[in-house]
């Protein structure tokens, strides 16, 4: 009698085997290769989606295939669990942001269960704890020593109406998220890591990370930013004594600069200022219509001239100072040489007030383009420049560089976009970070066996000022070095602090006594790190630092901590990404009741390879259970022959031509899904078990030379899903007698001898370089072996929408393909 599939009833034995016998609970062990597969901290948001499911699907996968590689496999999971959203929905509903995560948490946590995620649940990590933070602190404390946190103003969003430091995204429209007010830049003192003293090392580990997307490698280098320039001095007319300090990394325009453009919180701004209103009034008004960074590119260019003018260094000429609301005081030295005639910015602004443009470099030698129209920005000879005339840009580059330097005008700098990592946020629910301030003493670091300063839990946040400011109990305290009254530090860390090194604390979460101990230093780094594209910049720039910082602390002993990255694909749903703000969000829970974990997992690893987007499709959803279903009749059918056979079929001798050709089918098959699970394409994966199903679902269980290679066939479709549907293959295992724990199987290999008969291997080259090989049938005609060639993804990429001249065949050698 055969059972049916039921999908609720097979998953829950399987999930209580593997937590019965700690299936994943892992211990370090020299013996055995380590494997680290971790995919990104997520946030206690309370409700899974299919974004998610998608991405932990991936990273459960590639532990899954890894431990049936033999190999000793971390996987851990966690709570980024500190955070904005838990203190707004607690200002919402009144009540405290941490009975909100913990309940959120909960609800995560059973949803990960049910998906069977093969994570060691024994080091689960909630970042809002303080076994978790104090380490943090204690961190910080060192930092603070060797000067890398330190201590400066920086600007803000301010809400003159809450009395509270906004959040980029709680500024709507220049407004408060909650009050509506007309949002203020406001200068405040706050905490900073020196991750400047690291961009070099940033910058030149990017070269050792060879197995990231590229795309996010350069955009890390985009945003650490290296350039090379010349530091110029400005005297400012009639006043040797007060010079303006420029930074370009195009000396070689100096002579056509017409004006100077400074930042409205320049010192220059203010004097000006105070001797005129309508400046004043600018200055105000660039005050209260702060636009992100991002937004600075596009918004309207405005400015003011200031009644001051700088002299040339080289001409001698005044040119007038513009102050602006586009050149940005955080960055560089807050005014610019503006070259309206090479510089497309300052030739929009200089169109808009009437400024003169003079050209000075055109490719051929003298100006050939209309420069009242558009700015000429690359490269070139240089003219009307006087003793640097008929020079190239790169040579002009050198000669004013050394004309500037030898007149003390000028000074070669390397510059870096990255700035300095402000991690103060003015917030509730955050790592309280570990000062003290005293009248008597200043700024007091919190002594380390006073760690950790625990953050109170039953505030209620009302969403005016700062919850720790107003919170007695919390800063009142005494200074650790003459004990008279003093106050708590009220600001707290930004949560990115947190995420930036959670992945060295699950090598120890037990550990008490110190931040990391040498169990970080046998896992680490990641081998495979699994997370959104949304992250390519901050948070992967922050762990890199992080990691180098915990290396300088002796507390790991490699440079980078993610060996290899998968940045997954989007989730779609007609074609628009589901989020929450759409309204098309699918939630797994029903599919999950409707279909098993087990489809809803095949379904997000089969519909698309894992770095592009996933097309949702309910039919799709049908169609993986169909295909599951379908296995599990089949298995039933055949268990009375497979069990009695499952021990011998593999070594076998079959004579019939047809067997061994199916045979040969199979091991060919197996052989490419191999490759395509090494290679993380667990689509193709998915197909390969569908055409091996096809091909022995044919086959007559009655025949004893079919019923073996029935067997064989089904003990490698069960092993090659078994990462990614863990319980019913799981469950066919055992029932088919193959063993216990299809975990502890091996990792099924193509037989050479299945594969090798009249098959021959040849390379494959585009205009003589190899690109592949691929395996042929001796029958194969040209025409059979350019159409295979062809279709090879790899050749594809390489060959790109370049038209192919001519196909070269070399018979039992080589193929060329000669474009
Ligand atoms: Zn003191």
């Not at 200002?91 to 405290?96: F, H, T």
């Not at 490719?363 to 209309?370: I, L």
């Not at 779609?572 to 029903?590: A, E, H, R, T």
């Amino acid at each position: 009698m055969n059972t049916a599939y039921q999908p609720e009833v097979i998953e829950q034995a399987a999930q209580k085997y593997w937590q019965d016998r700690h299936s994943f609970e892992v211990r370090e062990d020299l013996s055995k290769e380590k494997f680290y597969c971790l995919s990104m901290l997520p946030y206690p948001s309370g409700e899974l989606h299919m974004g998610h499911v998608r991405n932990y699907t991936i990273g459960d996968v590639i532990s899954r295939y890894q431990i049936m590689l033999g190999k000793n496999v971390l996987q851990p999971m966690g709570w980024d669990a500190f955070g904005l959203p838990a203190e707004n929905a607690a200002i919402q509903r009144e009540l405290s942001p941490h009975e909100w995560t913990e309940k959120n948490i909960a609800k995560m946590r059973k949803q990960f269960k049910q998906l069977g995620y093969a994570y060691d649940w024994s080091r689960e990590i909630t970042t809002c704890k303080p076994e978790y933070y104090h380490w943090e602190q204690w961190l910080f404390l060192k930092l603070y020593q060797k000067g890398l946190a330190y201590k400066k103003n920086a600007v803000v969003n301010w809400d003159p109406v809450d009395g509270t430091v906004l959040a980029n995204e709680q500024v709507i429209d220049g407004k408060g998220w909650r009050s509506g007010a007309p949002v203020e830049r406001r200068e405040i003192s706050q905490w900073f890591f020196k991750i400047t003293d690291y961009a070099d090392e940033l910058l030149e580990g990017l070269q050792s990370l060879t197995q990231w997307p590229e795309q996010v490698v350069t955009m890390q280098r985009n945003w650490i930013g290296r350039s090379e320039g010349l530091q110029i001095l400005f005297n400012l007319a009639n006043d040797d004594a007060e010079f303006l300090e420029i930074f370009t990394t195009r000396p070689d325009t100096l002579m056509g600069a017409t004006y100077v453009g400074i930042a409205f919180e320049h010192p220059i701004a203010k004097k000006a200022a105070n001797k005129d209103k309508k400046i004043a009034k600018f200055l105000e008004q660039c005050q209260h219509t702060r636009v992100a960074e991002a937004d600075i590119a596009t918004q309207e260019k405005l400015g003011i001239f200031s009644g001051f003018y700088a002299i040339h260094p080289i001409t001698k000429k005044e040119l007038p100072i513009w102050i602006t609301n586009f050149v940005l005081m955080e960055y560089g030295t807050g005014a610019v040489m503006a070259v309206p005639a090479h510089d497309e910015r300052d030739h929009e602004f200089a169109t808009k007030y009437q400024l003169p443009i003079v050209p000075v470099i055109a490719s051929a030698g003298k100006s050939t383009w209309d420069y009242t129209k558009k700015a000429y920005t690359d490269p070139g000879i240089l003219f009307d420049s006087g003793e640097f005339n008929q020079l190239t840009s790169a040579e002009a580059f050198n000669t004013i560089a050394d004309y500037l330097i030898q007149n003390k005008r000028g000074e070669r700098q390397i510059h870096f976009r990255l700035r300095d990592w402000g991690i103060s946020r003015q917030r509730y629910w955050g790592t309280p970070i570990p000062i003290i301030y005293c009248k008597e003493c200043g700024t007091v670091p919190v002594p380390e066996e006073d760690l950790p300063v625990k953050l109170p839990l039953d505030i209620i946040p009302t969403g005016h000022g700062s919850p720790l400011a107003k919170d007695r109990n919390f800063y009142r305290t005494k200074c650790p070095q003459c004990g008279k009254a003093a106050t708590r530090e009220t600001d707290t860390m930004d949560t990115f602090v947190e995420s930036s090194w959670y992945y060295a604390r699950y090598c120890c979460p037990d550990q008490d006594q110190t931040m990391l101990d040498d169990r970080a230093k046998y896992w680490t780094p990641v081998d495979q790190y699994i997370g959104g594209i949304e992250h390519a910049v901050l948070h992967l720039l922050y762990a890199r630092f992080m990691h180098k910082l915990l290396r300088d602390e002796e507390l790991l002993n490699s440079n980078e901590p993610f060996t290899r990255l998968l940045t997954q694909g989007m989730v779609l749903k007609d074609g628009v990404k589901m989020s929450k703000s759409k309204g098309n969000v699918v939630q797994p829970q029903p599919l999950i009741k409707k279909y098993g974990a087990d489809t809803v997992r095949l379904f997000s690893m089969f519909a698309a390879p894992p770095d592009q987007s996933l097309e949702w499709s309910d039919s799709g959803v049908e169609g993986a259970y169909r295909f599951l279903r379908r296995l599990w009749n089949f298995a039933e059918e055949v268990k009375p022959v497979v069990i009695q056979l499952n021990q011998q079929a593999l070594s076998h001798q079959f004579d019939d031509a047809e067997l061994l050709s199916i045979r040969k089918q199979l091991h060919t098959t197996l052989r490419q899904a191999n490759q395509d699970f090494g290679r993380n394409q667990f689509n193709t994966v998915v197909s390969a078990t569908m055409i091996m199903l096809n091909l022995i679902i044919k086959l007559n269980a009655k025949n004893p030379d079919q019923a073996r290679l029935i067997t064989e066939g089904l003990s490698i479709i069960l092993r090659l899903l078994a990462p990614i549907t863990p319980h019913i293959t799981h469950a066919l295992w055992q029932e088919l007698d193959f063993g216990e724990d299809i975990l502890k199987s091996s990792w099924p290999k193509p037989s050479s001898k299945a594969t090798q008969t009249n098959l021959i291997d040849l390379i494959v080259q585009i205009n003589g370089k190899l690109r592949g090989q691929i395996t042929v049938s001796h029958e194969s005609d040209n025409k059979q072996i350019e159409e295979m060639v062809l279709q090879q993804e790899n050749i594809q990429r390489h060959l790109g929408d370049k038209s192919i001249k001519k196909i070269v065949i070399v018979p039992g050698k080589l193929i060329n393909i000669v474009v």
